[in-house]
């Protein structure tokens, strides 16, 4: 399975009309971070290249790795971000195999960019 999926799944849910909620008052405890087995890098290089497969706007990208150089580990989620992202486009990695999605996940994020409605809070 490609990483990116269950954004591919939500995001195709909200195309399709449908709602998706996140449930806050879940109280769930990890017993280490996201991605800590791996490490910040190899954590943060898989997310770009997630990101890449589901077809995100390389411009949504350009701001979201900006938004992610005061993050901890300082650059390193920044940096290992766009190294996933373009590493897809440089090795030509097959993307979703639905352009209408693509489309759609690429005008919420320029909306998000806008400060206007959209998916992404």
């Known amino acids: 399975m490609a990483p990116g999926w269950d954004t591919i799944d939500e995001v195709k849910a ?24 791996d490490g910040a890098w190899k954590d943060s290089v898989k997310n770009g290249f997630a990101n890449y ?24 989620s920044a940096l290992g971000l766009a190294w996933g992202f373009l590493k897809g486009y440089r090795t030509h990695a097959p993307q979703v195999q639905d352009a209408s999605l693509i489309r759609y996940t690429r ?3 320029l909306r998000r960019l806008l400060l206007q409605e959209s998916i992404w809070k």
């Open 14 to 37: 909200n195309m399709l009309g449908w709602r998706t909620r996140t449930f806050a008052d879940l109280q769930v405890f990890h017993h280490r971070f996201t991605g800590s087995a």
């Open 53 to 76: 497969v589901t077809g995100y706007h390389p411009l949504f990208m350009l701001f979201k790795c900006l938004r992610r150089l005061a993050a901890r580990p300082l650059l390193i």
């Open 107 to 109: 005008s919420q994020q």
